[in-house]
C-alpha cells in the first residue's frame, strides 16, 4: 500500500545545478487569502528516483497532511515511485524525469492539487543537475476558495466507477461520461457532505499534454 509523500507534489521553481535550492514558499492566494497547500517546495532525486534530499517545510506539510510516516526521516532513501498513486501518474511523472535527464533542461508539468474547500493551481519544475539527479519543485501558481468537495482517491477501481485525474483534478462518472470539475458534479450524483471513492488516473487530455520545456520565467 502506498502512502503519498507531501504533495511538493505541488511543484516549484529549481535553481541551476549545484546550486543550493531556494524554496519558493507558498504564493499568497488569488483571494487575498494565506494558502495552506498541502505541497513542500521541493525535493531531490539521485539517478535512481530515490529521495535523496528534501525542502525544510517538509516534515511540517507531511504532519499536516500524511502523519509521522510521511516525514524526511521515513522517506529519505526511498523511491519516489512509493509513493505515486496509480500508474497512469506514475508515467506521466516518469516521463518528466527522463525528458529532464535526456535533455539537460529544465521541463514543467502544471497540475491541480485542490484541498476540499481550494481549487489550488500548481507548476511542477524538474531540473536535472549533475550525475543524474533532478530537483523537483512544485510552485503554487493560484489558489481560490471554493464549496467544500471531498473525495476519496484509490489506486484500485471505485465502486461506483468515478475516476479523478491526479493533474488536472477533474472527474469522470464513467467510461462514457465527460470529464468535468468537481463544482459541476450535481448533489445526486454527490450529495453534499459525502466523500466520493475514485480511482486515481490520468485523463486523455493530460496524457497528451507532455511536461513542457521550462519558460524563462520559470525559475
Ligand atoms: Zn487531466
Known amino acids: 500500500m502506498s502512502?503519498?509523500?507531501?504533495?511538493?507534489?505541488?511543484?516549484?521553481?529549481?535553481?541551476t545545478p549545484g546550486a543550493t535550492p531556494a524554496p519558493p514558499g507558498p504564493a499568497p492566494g488569488a483571494d487575498g487569502a494565506a494558502p495552506s497547500p498541502q505541497a513542500a517546495s521541493w525535493y531531490r532525486l539521485d539517478a535512481a528516483d530515490r529521495l535523496v534530499a528534501v525542502s525544510s517545510?517538509?516534515?511540517?506539510?507531511?504532519?499536516?497532511?500524511?502523519?509521522?510516516?510521511?516525514?524526511?526521516?521515513?522517506v529519505l532513501g526511498r523511491s519516489l515511485f512509493d509513493f505515486v498513486l496509480g500508474e497512469p501518474t506514475r508515467r506521466l511523472l516518469e516521463l518528466g524525469l527522463a525528458q529532464a535527464r535526456r535533455s539537460g533542461r529544465r521541463r514543467t508539468l502544471a497540475y491541480r492539487c485542490d484541498a476540499p474547500d481550494r481549487r489550488r493551481e500548481l507548476r511542477m519544475v524538474m531540473t536535472p543537475l549533475l550525475g543524474g539527479s533532478v530537483l523537483v519543485e512544485h510552485r503554487l501558481v493560484s489558489s481560490r476558495t471554493r464549496?467544500?468537495?471531498?473525495?476519496?482517491?484509490?489506486?484500485?477501481?471505485?465502486?461506483?466507477?468515478?475516476?479523478?485525474?491526479?493533474?488536472?483534478?477533474?472527474?469522470q462518472a464513467s467510461d462514457a461520461a465527460p470529464w468535468c470539475e468537481a463544482d459541476a458534479v450535481g448533489p445526486s450524483q454527490w450529495p453534499a457532505g459525502q466523500r466520493l471513492a475514485v480511482q486515481?488516473?490520468?485523463?486523455?487530455d493530460c496524457q497528451a499534454r507532455l511536461p513542457e520545456e521550462a519558460v524563462a520565467d520559470a525559475g
Not at 3 to 15: L, M, Q, S, Y
Not at 57 to 74: E, K, S, T, V
Open 200 to 204: 486515481e488516473v490520468v485523463c486523455p
Open 147 to 171: 464549496a467544500a468537495r471531498t473525495v476519496q482517491p484509490s489506486a484500485a477501481p471505485a465502486p461506483a466507477g468515478w475516476r479523478r485525474c491526479s493533474q488536472c483534478q477533474r472527474l
Open 57 to 74: 517545510d517538509w516534515d511540517r506539510f507531511a504532519l499536516d497532511n500524511q502523519g509521522p510516516g510521511a516525514c524526511a526521516g521515513a
Open 3 to 15: 502512502r503519498r509523500i507531501p504533495r511538493p507534489f505541488a511543484v516549484g521553481a529549481p535553481p
